[in-house]
């Protein structure tokens, strides 16, 4: 399982790894700076997008590298 930020979409990243290490999945990709948009519609369309282009399989849907300290204050989790 190979980790992809969010400069990488994940189609792009599955087309690269499928040349040299057929079937290996990929977990990723969400901004975690959309968190802080308070924008609940925007960060689901994200999110949605993100697991259509991770296929169904292979996919790990996380955040594409860590999460902020202003996020958790901000939200209620």
Do not use: F, Y
Request: charged fraction near 25%; aromatic fraction near 2%.
């Amino acid at each position: 399982m190979i980790s992809v930020d969010w400069t990488v979409s994940l189609d792009e990243a599955k087309k690269r790894l499928e040349a040299v290490k057929p079937g290996m999945g990929v977990q990723g990709n969400l901004d975690p700076a959309i968190l802080l948009s308070n924008n609940e519609a925007l960060i689901k369309e994200r999110a949605e997008e993100i697991l259509a282009m991770g296929g169904g399989q292979n996919h790990v849907m996380n955040l594409g590298h860590g999460i902020e300290v202003l996020c958790v204050k901000n939200k209620k989790v």
